[in-house]
């Protein structure tokens, strides 16, 4: 599976996003960069709007750790760092059907130092 890397920054973290090519709203997303949104905060999973709409391709509600998903129904990209606040085990769990799209390359520690209604950026990795 071919995959692309996108650099999201906020004011205290940088890190890297390895995204699955070869989907449609990888895609979508790819051509829509750079990306400014303010980060919302649900338990353990950072979630924030993204301008695209699309019908996902495959969803779930299987996620893991350090997952990076397209949640259709707020037109959201979210990042799983553990339980949420319906999780029923140390599994996150979303809060419906997502789309996995690929995964952070970065520690979950550092992760946990953004905050609610900062600002994102996502950029094409060079």
Not at 21 to 30: L, P, R
Not at 81 to 99: C, F, H, N, Q, W
Request: proline share 6%; charged share 30%.
């Amino acid at each position: 599976m071919e995959r692309v890397k996108v650099i999201f920054k906020t004011k205290e973290v940088l890190g890297e996003i390895e995204l699955f090519k070869d989907s449609k709203t990888v895609q979508a997303i790819y051509n829509k960069l750079p990306i400014e949104s303010k980060v919302n905060i649900w338990g353990e999973e950072l979630y924030f709007k993204i301008p695209i709409h699309l019908e996902p391709e495959d969803t779930t509600l299987d996620v893991n750790v350090l997952d990076v998903t397209y949640w259709p129904e707020g037109d959201c990209m979210c990042i799983f760092l553990g339980r949420t606040p319906i999780s029923d085990t140390d599994k996150p769990k979303p809060a419906s059907e997502v789309e996995i799209i690929g995964e952070v390359l970065v520690d979950k520690s550092i992760l946990n130092k953004i905050k609610q209604n900062e600002k994102i950026v996502l950029i094409k990795a060079l």
